[in-house]
């Protein structure tokens, strides 16, 4: 017996069975480690965001926003203890953001709104008294408009008068802060911003025709209603108020004096002083050469943004200061005007563009002095060779953008597939603002090119167009791209802004401690450390828009008394402009990636899409060309003349769907249809079809194009492909069933080639031969005796004459089925129908006859064959005959060259026809009623059958022929199973 121990154990034995079991577990593991990850990947593939997508944020379920918004008040922001200091930089923050809020009230409601009036209208034009209508529609929006231009006017007003005030030289006046040498350019450019709205304003109403037109057939309507009130239901009392409104409003808004208006109003007043104040007209006047150096700097260049467009506001500062001060400095004027060199004109939106020289000419006529005639011929001249110039190098341009874009794209990838977010946040932030510099610099060669040649009526060469239908793909390239890595964008542009707040943070501490070492006191050194210590404040905090405006105001005060080194202060002003683009980077993107401006280029669509189906080339691409076409949809819903803004995407969704359906889905369908008959039909003698001599196209590029989102649906080429082809193959083969079997072949064909996936048609491959409707004979009966001939001998009608390689024929049988399917009624109908006809035949016959011509011929032979018959054998002579024929001929020809006796014949034919029809139809009835009765299962004598005969309603003539047949069978023999 063994002696157990708590100790003992079983001698270790390793037969390696453990370790196999356990590899095999472990194989097991892995194998489905990698069948999960495959899985998670395809779930991942299906949920991300596909190129299809074209990024509107109204379609985003879940939508990422990265601009901050302050909810602090600016005298919550705006804390020092220099309380005149606090004022000041609260009433220019609040003035720069109330000119920032009327800015964009006027670009996202009264901008799209009177742009877009007039489209949708019906191709046969508005109905009767629809204007008015729509001019009533947009009447709120134009009192709306009015009050705008009021408030801006006050707005305007008020920065002049508060910088009046600020740069005052009362010495007896309020004591303010020492703003020598100070230049707080932010207020200038937000003024600049709100006068070019106002002439955004202007010019999209000078060139609404539509509008003026509609306005003064309204006035008209109102001049019908002030002569009869009471007939439209409106009090008479109300009718003139109305219209010293509408004139009111007219002058106001539609004589293209908006702009002129604000500048030219009243700026003194009697406690304020503007037209007299020479050190705000200096500052006005360094601010504004400051400015104008500033943008020169960059327009036109790589590094240009939206500067272009801040342009047309600094051309309304400069007008402003001349209005005011009356002073024109003519080297400012002469780098003003130079300036159409770098751009000769500026795209404001939609399909208006801005010309400064024509803008300056026309708002200053006194700068007209100071130019030569060669100035002014020379805007023309440089106007028409930048455009040469831009078709010359277009195709250049474009292999250049391209090659940046993909480049920066494969950046943007790589950098973004970092784990740690904080590795190279100077880098990304530099990446960032190349993707925007990428998107303005295409946007603005796109923008020019196309709205510069339809304002000088030049035509465009179709490589022109598919260049510039390339540069917009691009740049709703680079937008995907921003929106596709939306997720790790924000995680990095927090950390960017925080990077560079430090960074600006530690250049305002050196100044601050720079100037607090200096122990002198002064008040305006006080100003500006109160100036530091607020951009300090204000730059501790998130990126809003109201802490960076406040920090650019105390920024140009806090800059003075050599606060900063020349090379600080260049860093500093660096790092300030890469934060305004990273922290407003979403709005900056969707800026430079706008193309809105397409729907007025819309009749280029076709041309773009045949070429993308006669040169199959990454047709993925035209997702980007939908993304830029539904651009202009968010702005359609400012659209006021019409009963619903839905009511002019409908149409617009409708065009742009024709387009498509027209220009590439019809071709591609009938392309690849004719192409699958050509393979099929290989043994056929076809045209040379050698790829290397006519070339070749791979259609299968377009069907592997993803669904396309075109508004609120999707077109999936493919799918369309194959509901086009299975409709086809299908109607053609009821049509000629023989066929199934080519149409057969046709459909694996497509599989194989175009991995196109057809249906079964399920029709037989032969039919029951029903032949033409006795219905249809009846009411075409003359076409019918005209088109058949008559065997009188089969009793069978064959086709004269057909177009295909068939003749239809018409037997008993088919007139039998015919009878069976509309019943026995119908043949005495048909018989009657037939005899009027022969009866009209008749009568020609026996006119033919009765002409003297005719019968004077015949009786002559008739005598002569009466007289001769002995000789002749009782035959007509074939010499006599043919003489006969040759007498009728000259009687005259019809002009297909048939005689009379042509027509006759023909004459005749027809009539036999005609008999021998009546002659199938009666033998159709028997035919149809003999075989009705095999089908009758007990006849036991003859009179169940005329029983039978009474309830089915058959003809006397069916019932007798029927009776005639049933008594000639013998008695106890089977009914025949066909009839003869």
């Known amino acids: 017996m063994a002696v157990t121990d708590g100790n003992w154990e079983f001698d270790k034995f390793d037969d390696g069975s453990t370790k196999i079991v356990g590899e095999l577990q472990l194989k097991k593991y892995g194998m489905f480690m990698e069948d999960y990850a495959t899985q998670l990947r395809e779930i991942e593939d299906a949920l991300d965001d596909s190129i299809g997508d074209s990024w509107d944020f109204t379609l985003d379920p879940i939508a990422l926003q990265l601009l901050p918004y302050e909810q602090t008040s600016l005298l919550q922001l705006i804390k020092t203890d220099n ?216 327009i036109g260049e790589p590094n240009e943004m939206d500067q272009r467009y801040k342009f047309v506001g600094l051309c309304g500062l400069y007008i402003l200061h001349f209005q005011i001060f009356r002073v024109i400095d003519k080297k400012v004027f002469k780098s003003v005007w130079d300036m159409h060199k770098k751009i000769p004109a500026v795209h404001l939106i939609g399909n208006i563009v801005w010309f400064p020289t024509e803008f300056l000419l026309s708002k200053m006529p006194q700068v007209d002095k100071l130019l030569d005639r060669k100035a002014k011929d020379s805007v023309t001249s440089t106007r028409s060779s930048w455009l040469a110039q831009r078709q010359q190098l277009l195709t250049k341009d474009v292999q250049n953008f391209h090659t940046t874009v993909m480049a920066w794209m494969v950046e943007m990838e790589s950098a973004m597939t970092k784990a740690n977010l904080m590795e190279d946040l100077n880098n990304r932030c530099v990446l960032f603002i190349q993707g925007v510099l990428h998107a303005y610099n295409i946007s603005h060669l796109v923008r020019t090119t196309m709205n510069l040649h339809v304002a000088m009526s030049k035509p465009m060469t179709k490589s022109c167009l598919l260049s510039l239908c390339r540069l917009i793909e691009l740049l709703k390239a680079i937008e995907h791209t921003f929106h596709r890595r939306t997720m790790l964008i924000a995680e990095s542009v927090n950390h960017i802004t925080q990077h560079l707040s430090f960074i600006c943070l530690n250049s305002i501490a050196v100044a601050k401690k720079r100037i607090t070492s200096d122990k002198r006191y002064s008040e305006r050194r006080l100003d500006v450390l109160s100036a530091l210590v607020l951009a300090e404040t204000a730059l501790n905090g998130p990126g809003t828009k109201e802490r960076f405006l406040i920090t650019q105001l105390a920024l140009a005060l806090g800059t003075k008394m050599k606060t900063f080194k020349d090379d600080e202060l260049q860093n500093l002003a660096a790092t300030m402009k890469k934060m305004e683009v990273i922290c407003d980077l979403r709005e900056k993107v969707r800026q430079a990636c706008d193309c809105s401006f397409f729907y007025w280029h819309r009749v280029i669509l076709p041309n773009y899409l045949t070429d993308m189906f006669e040169n199959v080339t990454d047709p993925h691409r035209i997702h980007y060309m939908f993304g830029a076409l539904r651009d202009c949809v968010p702005r359609m819903a400012a659209v006021c003349h019409m009963a619903t803004p839905k009511e002019l995407t409908d149409a617009y969704d409708r065009e742009i769907y024709d387009y498509f359906k027209e220009n590439l889905l019809s071709p591609l369908c009938q ?168 009866r009209k035949k008749f009568y020609i016959f026996s006119q033919f006859l009765y002409d003297e011509h005719i019968k004077s011929k015949l009786i002559k032979d008739w005598k002569f064959f009466r007289e001769n018959h002995m000789q002749t054998d009782q035959k007509y002579p074939v010499e006599r005959a043919d003489k006969f024929n040759k007498n009728i001929k000259n009687l005259g020809l019809t002009p297909d060259g048939d005689s009379y006796l042509d027509q006759f014949r023909t004459l005749i034919s027809q009539i036999g026809n005609a008999m021998g029809y009546i002659r199938m139809i009666r033998s159709g009835g028997l035919h149809c009623c003999s075989n009705a009765i095999r089908f009758i299962p007990d006849i036991e004598d003859i009179v169940s059958f005329e029983e039978l005969c009474k309830e089915e309603n058959l003809s006397s003539e069916c019932q007798a022929a029927a009776k005639c047949w049933l008594t000639s069978l013998p008695q106890n023999s089977e009914i025949p199973k066909t009839c003869t």
């Open 671 to 838: 392309a690849i249809e004719t192409d699958l008959r050509l393979q099929i039909h290989t043994h056929l003698q076809l045209d040379d079809r050698n790829p290397f001599k006519v070339g070749m196209r791979d259609l299968s590029h377009l069907l592997r194009v993803r669904p396309i989102r075109l508004f609120d649906r999707l077109i999936n080429i493919k799918a369309y492909v194959e509901h086009y082809l299975n409709k086809t193959f299908y109607n053609l083969t009821t049509v000629a069933l023989h066929d199934w079997k080519t149409y057969g072949e046709m459909k694996n064909m497509a599989q194989q080639k175009y991995c196109l996936s057809l249906l079964e048609s399920h029709l037989p491959s032969q039919t029951l031969e029903q032949g033409l409707d006795v219905l249809e004979i009846m009411r075409n009966i003359h076409v019918f005796v005209s088109r058949y001939m008559y065997n009188l001998n089969n009793q069978i009608f064959v086709e004269r004459s057909s177009n295909n390689k068939h003749l239809n024929t018409i037997n008993i049988r088919h007139i039998a089925n015919s009878i069976r399917t509309h019943g026995t009624g119908i043949m005495n109908t048909t018989v009657n129908f037939t005899y009027q006809f022969l």
């Open 83 to 298: 309380k005149i200091f606090n004022k000041i930089i609260t009433v220019l923050a609040s003035l720069c953001s109330e000119m920032k809020a009327l800015r964009h009230e006027a670009e996202s409601k009264f901008f799209n709104a009177l742009i877009f009036y007039g489209e949708g209208e019906p191709e046969k034009g508005l109905a009767e008294g629809e204007a008015q209508v729509q001019i009533g529609r947009m009447m709120p929006l134009i009192q709306e408009l009015s009050c705008f231009v009021n408030r801006t006017n006050e707005v305007v007003k008020n920065v002049i008068q508060q910088f009046a005030c600020l740069f005052s030289v009362v010495r007896n006046g309020p004591k303010l802060l020492d703003v020598s040498d100070v230049h707080f350019q932010v207020v200038y450019e937000h003024l600049g911003d709100l006068l070019g709205v106002l002439i955004t304003l202007d010019e999209i109403i000078e060139n609404q025709g539509t509008l003026k037109d509609h306005w003064t057939l309204y006035k008209r309507m109102l001049k019908s209603v002030h002569h009869d009130p009471g007939k439209f239901g409106i009090a008479a009392e109300k009718i003139r108020p109305f219209e010293k409104l509408i004139m009111k409003l007219e002058g106001q808004l539609l004589d293209g004096r908006i702009f002129q208006d604000c500048v030219e109003q009243p700026f003194d007043t009697p406690t304020v002083y503007v037209s007299k104040n020479p050190n705000l007209a200096e500052e006005f006047a360094v601010s504004v050469k400051e400015y104008l150096m500033e943008l020169e700097a960059r």
